[in-house]
């Protein structure tokens, strides 16, 4: 596998340039953090890598060949997208839920298998949602839907996941765990994980590379320590920030601007 590939990529809302001329591969093995404020353009930059803008479809290729030249089906078994919000609009069981994306491997009439039955128990024991199986989705709080839609998107079984705000409504130990499911995730076989993130030390944490936007066509890309540091990140996010140090840990806090006259 080639993996993802981006070539003079540029994204616009309106008559703003939110990424200028980005080119930037992104290889299998990689756990990618897209970072920037709100408005930079991290929900259309991975709408634009999972083939859902026809303007951007060219200057983006899948295993060398561009993303507008995929059929469906396929693509849908090479890549997998979590969007940033998901919204149930039936009952259903939490196993039948995570199933639904297992559409792109079904054959014939379209009835799951003992292997689609497999992914899905699989993809909910990895986040720890095998005890919610039989649950409505209904029923779920925020933090635990969102965890059971990283479950379905696992479930497809694709090598290349875009995320959107995986980490969105889940408390400090479900972020970590869902973190360290994608690391063992992209261990076990040559698969890349995009996904972006508002907590810029969880990033460097997990993350093997990174990509800072600042919503002005500006980009910073490279393995995380050399990207999320506290100048390009002060630059980007519009507020200092520097690095504490401490027993072999490392973190970005802001930096207390005085009040005093």
């Known amino acids: 596998m080639n993996g993802l ?43 634009a890598l999972a083939g859902l803008s026809k303007a951007a479809s060219g200057a983006i290729s899948l295993d060398g060949k561009v993303l507008g030249e995929w059929r469906s089906n396929d693509l849908a078994r090479r890549r997998a997208l979590m969007p940033q919000a998901t919204h149930d ?5 939490v196993l039948d839920t995570v199933m639904l994306n297992r559409f792109p491997h079904l054959s014939g009439w379209g009835w799951e298998s003992d292997a689609d039955r497999a992914a899905a128990h699989w993809a909910l024991q990895t986040l720890s949602l095998a005890a919610f199986a039989s649950r409505d989705v209904l029923s779920l709080s925020g933090g635990e839907r969102q965890r059971v839609a990283l479950a379905a998107t696992l479930c497809q079984d694709a090598p290349l996941l875009l995320l959107d705000e995986p980490l969105a409504h889940l408390d400090l130990h479900h972020q970590i765990d869902c973190l360290e499911a994608l690391s063992g995730w992209i261990g076990s076989k040559p698969r890349s994980v995009i996904f972006s993130c508002h907590d810029l030390n969880l990033a460097r944490r997990f993350a093997t590379h990174a990509l800072l936007l600042d919503g002005a066509g500006h980009a910073h890309a490279g393995p995380v320590r050399d990207v999320l540091t506290p100048e390009r990140a002060s630059a980007a996010f519009g507020y200092p920030l520097t690095l504490i140090q401490q027993d072999g840990h490392e973190a970005l806090v802001p930096v207390m601007r005085s009040t005093s006259p």
């Open 89 to 93: 609009a039936f009952s259903a069981t």
């Open 5 to 47: 590939q981006v070539n003079q990529l540029t994204l616009r809302v309106v008559d703003r340039v939110l990424i200028a001329d980005l080119t930037q591969m992104f290889a299998p093995g990689e756990m990618w953090c897209i970072a920037g404020p709100n408005g930079a353009g991290k929900t259309t930059l991975i709408a």
